[in-house]
């Protein structure tokens, strides 16, 4: 049997595309998380019971499957002591095959795996920090000091050290709203 599995990855937010993929393979059963998140994979564990020897998962990449390296290295284990197989697509691994993988697919594999993994656990932390309110990068600099700076300079009665010194405004800074 071919069994589709998805969750929501920040390219496929609905998995409307894992599920087409899924059509495509003709998966006759398809378990889908209601949720990004890596706790509670609920349908991971269903697909992991009703799993029997000889089926096949089918994942569009290995980071929807599994969330780290070891976690990877977990289910793919319990796959095969129940005699079944794996295949993500994108990166083109396919358990069923008699052939070895050279060690060079292995570690590029691996590598874009970490780097998937790495990259939605970031994204999400920046979502949830944006969710709390909370903004990424540099702090913005009060709209008052800003406009007190550009005055200053434009009256070109100060220099810039002492439009620096009064407003908290740097040379790059000013220089980069006056572009704007």
């Known amino acids: 049997m071919r069994i589709g599995y998805a969750r929501a990855i920040e390219e496929d937010l609905d998995c409307h595309k ?23 994979r609920d349908e991971l564990d269903r697909m992991l019971t009703a799993t029997k020897p000889g089926d096949h998962i089918i994942v569009m990449k290995l980071h929807v499957l ?5 976690h990877l290295v977990d289910l793919v284990e319990a796959l095969e002591d129940k005699a079944a197989f794996l295949y993500a697509v994108e990166e083109q691994i396919d ?16 590598a874009d795996f970490q780097s998937d993994s ?11 920090a944006k969710q709390k309110g909370m903004h990424a990068g540099r702090p913005r600099k009060p709209d008052a000091n800003v406009k007190k700076a550009i005055e200053m300079y434009k009256s070109k009665s100060h220099s810039l050290a002492e439009i620096k010194e009064q407003t908290g405004i740097s040379k790059s800074t000013l220089y980069r709203y006056l572009e704007n």
């Open 118 to 128: 790495i990259s939605a656990k970031t994204k999400a932390g920046l979502t949830e």
């Open 95 to 110: 358990t069923t095959r008699g052939t070895s993988f050279s060690f060079l697919e292995i570690t590029k594999a691996i």
């Open 66 to 70: 599994a969330d780290s390296t070891r």
């Open 18 to 40: 894992q599920q087409a993929l899924f059509e495509e393979f003709g998966c006759e059963a398809i378990y889908i998380e209601s949720h990004s998140s890596p706790k509670l």
